[in-house]
């Protein structure tokens, strides 16, 4: 099964990291474009008690990804996460067959990502309603020398995840916990110039 590695990283200008990057002759691999995400689960929540993820992502295709821990060891702040994804035809067919085996929808999330190419690392610019954020994927030594290279310093890179993240910001404001997260109509409206959003 394939794993995936990647560090998160909390900033407070993607304009200024998409600079660095194309200082750095970083390709960019795709443009921004948005993402709609169901999450699915049992009614008892028994994948997310393995710390399992089943998810439907909508972009300019459907994608289901299944996720789960991975058992080798990982330097701090960086997440190991052993994937398997495929591409299906029809996002609201997919939806169907996962409610008829017994899944249901436990969260939504949107975000706007961006995704570069810096050695052999891959760098995603992802705007959240919650905040900005770079995620960089690759083995340990690539993701610590493209932070380096983008002035990121692996001390503050996060292993945890979007909806973590989420829950800690609720917290911090002192507002009660919920997981999912999306655009407010009045942010979608500012982001279709530069993230195109579907109908």
Known sequence: MPRELEAKFAVESLSAVRTALQGQGAVLRKECRFERNAVFDTPGRDLKARGDLLRLRQTDKTVLTWKRP???????GVKAMDEVETVVGDFEAMREVLHGLGYEEALWYEKCREQWVLG?????????PFGEFVEIEGDPAMIARAADCLGLDMAKACA???????????????LPPQDSFIFTEKQKAALQNACPIPD
């Open 120 to 128: 052999q690392a891959l760098v995603c610019l992802d705007l959240l």
């Open 160 to 174: 945890l995840t979007y909806h973590d993240l989420f829950r800690a910001h609720l917290a911090e404001l002192g």
């Open 70 to 76: 991975s058992d080798k060891p990982v330097p701090a």
